[in-house]
């Protein structure tokens, strides 16, 4: 069946790296745009970046512009997120998700993995 | 982009209805057609429950329904069940291959 699932996540000091991965199956990953979505505890939900299905281009939410970098191999069904200088305001679940259809990725959020927890604390 | 703003909390008995407002700018709600809704219960990841204003994708039944009016959306759960209690968020495109969520409204079945 569709399914994504999440990884990497962990606790780490401000200032550090982290790279989520978001492992996809049951679908052609080749073809999709990929989100990863977050969600502070106890907060609401806010969009974090967008990659083509090519990974020709990429978007981020103006909050992680120019310290998260989204990336993904093709070969492997295989989305990342590479997390830099890290603020203790990153602390949340991390879901990687997939739009409704594969020829636009502007449609809404269909498929959600479950969530990797990071915690960004000294 | 600012969240869109969802009221904190909503509520209604069994077999009643309860509508939710998503209001946000010509830049978003207003401007395109890709408004949806998210149904999330505690510790879950997020459910699709409509997409593009008021489509419902397959599985969803249809006491969800949703509408959207200039710059405010909107997402109406009928017959009420209390499997329906959870928190809701609106999304819309925002421009620019950007997007954002609604504040979230947590809805409680008395």
């Given at each position: 069946?569709?399914?994504?699932?999440?990884?990497?996540?962990?606790?780490?000091?401000?200032?550090?790296?982290?790279?989520?991965?978001?492992?996809?199956?049951?679908?052609?990953?080749?073809?999709?745009?990929?989100?990863?979505?977050?969600?502070?505890?106890?907060?609401?939900?806010?969009?974090?970046?967008l990659?083509?299905?090519?990974?020709?281009?990429k978007y981020y939410?103006?909050?992680?512009?120019?310290?998260?970098?989204?990336?993904?191999?093709?070969?492997?069904?295989?989305?990342?997120?590479?997390?830099?200088?890290?603020?203790?305001?990153?602390?949340?679940?991390?879901?990687?998700?997939?739009?409704?259809?594969?020829?636009?990725?502007?449609?809404?959020?269909?498929?959600?993995?479950?969530?990797?927890?990071?915690?960004?604390?000294? | 982009?600012?969240?869109?703003?969802?009221?904190?909390?909503?509520?209604?008995?069994?077999?009643?209805?309860?509508?939710?407002?998503?209001?946000?700018?010509?830049?978003?709600?207003?401007?395109?057609?890709?408004?949806?809704?998210?149904?999330?219960?505690?510790?879950?990841?997020?459910?699709?429950?409509?997409?593009?204003?008021?489509?419902?994708?397959?599985?969803?039944?249809?006491?969800?329904?949703?509408?959207?009016?200039?710059?405010?959306?909107?997402?109406?759960?009928?017959?009420?069940?209390?499997?329906?209690?959870?928190?809701?968020?609106?999304?819309?495109?925002?421009?620019?291959n950007?997007?954002?969520?609604?504040?979230?409204?947590?809805?409680?079945?008395?």
């Open positions: 069946q569709v399914q994504l699932v999440e990884s990497g996540g962990g606790v780490v000091q401000p200032g550090k790296s982290l790279r989520l991965s978001c492992a996809a199956s049951g679908f052609t990953f080749r073809t999709y745009g990929m989100h990863w979505v977050r969600q502070a505890p106890g907060k609401g939900l806010e969009w974090v970046a990659i083509l299905f090519n990974g020709s281009k939410a103006d909050s992680v512009k120019g310290r998260f970098t989204i990336s993904r191999d093709n070969s492997n069904n295989t989305l990342y997120l590479q997390m830099n200088s890290l603020r203790a305001e990153d602390t949340a679940v991390y879901y990687c998700a997939r739009p409704l259809t594969w020829d636009d990725e502007n449609d809404a959020f269909d498929i959600w993995g479950l969530g990797t927890m990071v915690t960004v604390s000294s | 982009h600012s969240a869109l703003t969802q009221p904190p909390s909503a509520s209604g008995s069994p077999g009643q209805s309860v509508t939710i407002s998503c209001t946000g700018t010509s830049s978003d709600v207003g401007g395109y057609k890709y408004v949806s809704w998210y149904q999330q219960h505690p510790g879950k990841a997020p459910k699709l429950v409509m997409y593009e204003v008021t489509k419902r994708p397959s599985g969803v039944p249809d006491r969800f329904s949703a509408s959207k009016s200039g710059n405010t959306a909107s997402l109406t759960v009928s017959g009420l069940q209390a499997d329906d209690e959870a928190d809701y968020y609106c999304s819309s495109y925002a421009g620019r950007t997007f954002v969520f609604g504040t979230g409204t947590k809805v409680t079945v008395l």
